[in-house]
């Protein structure tokens, strides 16, 4: 009889009390150029929850999310062998495929998996997969930051957490914007100089004020369709929207002050990138973790059988990574 293992799956599309279910399924034989990972966290992230929700299933059967941390416990014969018993991170685990990272096991391409520094929590590794390489690549298209104004929407996210950190070590003053107090804190732990709560102030009014009616020379875009009508106001002469995510399909844009403006667009998908920039991507990301010159997010950690609660939390607007454990 073939070995078994926990995973959580879903065969049609809706609310997570209603599609997710736990059951046992074979463990997965790692093909040619593949690693077996035993896992031990599994990272829940927006990308997550919104694919299960989302309707029209392009697999039969799918065990949801992209990243995750474990162990290297087999490999393909294409695949390199020294990885066998290696600390690792994941990213991409569910993207294109049918079988992500809520499971104890999980077989995947071994250019999706990447050592985990020493003395890196696995907590830490299951959080860093798609949030910080969106953060990373997002602050690499800005160009050189040092002595700049970035903006950055939803700073108190797990993208716009980083972000904020990275802009702030490559020399930028960065301006947050949150929703409540309690995510100002967050933004600031970050290394924001100012904070805007989109709630109670007018977004472009206070950018002005603070740049002495300039505009921010970057902007690290989490809802493209919120703010992209006042990129022309939001934005110095010459200046540029870097865009990773939109609540709205659709957006309106102001010809005439984007192009008297010089204003740059760079939209993005992190799951797309190039090979080579996700080699130097996830090498940069590994730098940065092993020096510890990064914060994590908090984390919130839900067990396999409460995944319908962590989706659920991450639907709320988590103010933490929600990690799913796995039984070990």
Same mark, same amino acid.
């Not at 949150?178 to 009014?205: M, P, T, W």
């Given at each position: 009889?073939?070995?078994?293992?926990?995973?959580?799956?879903? #065969?049609?599309?809706?609310?997570? !009390?209603?599609? $997710? #279910?736990?059951?046992?399924?074979?463990?997965?034989?790692?093909?040619?150029? =593949?690693?077996?990972?035993?896992?031990?966290?599994?990272?829940?992230?927006?990308? !997550?929850?919104?694919?299960?929700?989302?309707?029209?299933?392009?697999? %039969?059967?799918?065990?949801?999310? &992209?990243d995750g941390a474990?162990?290297? =416990?087999?490999?393909?014969?294409?695949?390199?062998?020294?990885? @066998?018993?290696?600390?690792?991170?994941?990213?991409?685990?569910?993207?294109?495929? +049918?079988?992500?990272?809520?499971?104890?096991?999980?077989?995947?391409?071994?250019?999706?998996?990447?050592?985990?520094?020493?003395?890196?929590?696995?907590? /830490?590794?299951?959080?860093?997969?798609?949030?910080?390489?969106?953060?990373?690549?997002?602050?690499? &298209?800005? %160009? *050189?930051?040092?002595?700049?104004?970035? $903006?950055?929407?939803?700073?108190?996210?797990?993208?716009?957490?980083?972000?904020?950190?990275?802009?702030?070590?490559?020399?930028?003053?960065?301006?947050?914007?949150? &929703?409540?107090?309690?995510?100002?804190?967050?933004?600031?732990?970050?290394? +924001?100089?100012?904070?805007?709560?989109?709630?109670?102030? !007018?977004?472009?009014?206070?950018?002005?004020?603070?740049?002495?009616?300039?505009?921010? !020379?970057?902007?690290? =875009?989490?809802?493209?369709?919120?703010? +992209?009508?006042?990129?022309?106001?939001?934005l110095a002469f010459?200046?540029?929207? @870097?865009?990773?995510? #939109?609540?709205?399909?659709?957006? *309106? $844009?102001?010809?005439?002050?984007?192009?008297?403006?010089?204003? &740059?667009?760079?939209?993005?998908?992190?799951?797309?990138?190039?090979?080579?920039?996700?080699?130097?991507? /996830?090498?940069?990301?590994?730098?940065?973790?092993?020096?510890?010159?990064?914060?994590?997010?908090?984390?919130?950690?839900?067990? $396999?059988?409460?995944?319908?609660?962590?989706?659920?939390?991450? =639907?709320?607007?988590?103010?933490?990574?929600?990690?799913?454990?796995?039984?070990?």
């Amino acid at each position: 009889m073939a070995a078994v293992m926990k995973a959580a799956v879903y #065969s049609r599309k809706g609310p997570a !009390d209603q599609v $997710l #279910s736990v059951v046992e399924r074979p463990i997965p034989t790692p093909a040619r150029d =593949e690693v077996r990972v035993k896992v031990a966290f599994s990272g829940v992230n927006p990308s !997550d929850v919104k694919t299960r929700a989302r309707p029209g299933m392009e697999f %039969d059967e799918v065990i949801p999310h &992209s990243d995750g941390a474990g162990i290297v =416990e087999a490999v393909g014969p294409d695949a390199p062998q020294d990885l @066998v018993g290696r600390r690792v991170w994941i990213f991409n685990g569910q993207w294109e495929r +049918a079988h992500g990272t809520a499971a104890q096991h999980i077989a995947l391409p071994a250019r999706q998996v990447v050592p985990l520094p020493d003395g890196v929590a696995f907590e /830490t590794g299951a959080s860093i997969g798609i949030p910080l390489m969106t953060a990373y690549h997002a602050v690499e &298209s800005c %160009d *050189t930051l040092a002595g700049r104004t970035v $903006l950055v929407p939803g700073a108190a996210g797990a993208v716009g957490f980083y972000a904020a950190q990275l802009a702030r070590l490559g020399g930028a003053r960065v301006i947050a914007v949150v &929703s409540s107090e309690a995510k100002a804190e967050i933004a600031r732990a970050a290394g +924001a100089e100012s904070v805007i709560d989109y709630r109670r102030e !007018d977004v472009v009014e206070r950018v002005k004020e603070l740049t002495g009616g300039r505009g921010v !020379d970057r902007i690290i =875009e989490v809802d493209a369709s919120r703010y +992209a009508p006042r990129y022309g106001e939001l934005l110095a002469f010459g200046g540029k929207a @870097v865009c990773y995510g #939109s609540n709205g399909a659709e957006l *309106t $844009l102001p010809w005439r002050p984007l192009i008297v403006g010089f204003v &740059s667009l760079y939209f993005f998908i992190v799951y797309r990138l190039p090979a080579e920039v996700m080699r130097q991507t /996830t090498q940069g990301i590994n730098r940065l973790v092993a020096r510890g010159d990064l914060a994590h997010p908090e984390v919130a950690v839900y067990d $396999l059988d409460d995944l319908v609660a962590a989706h659920q939390r991450v =639907e709320q607007g988590a103010n933490a990574k929600v990690l799913v454990r796995l039984p070990q």
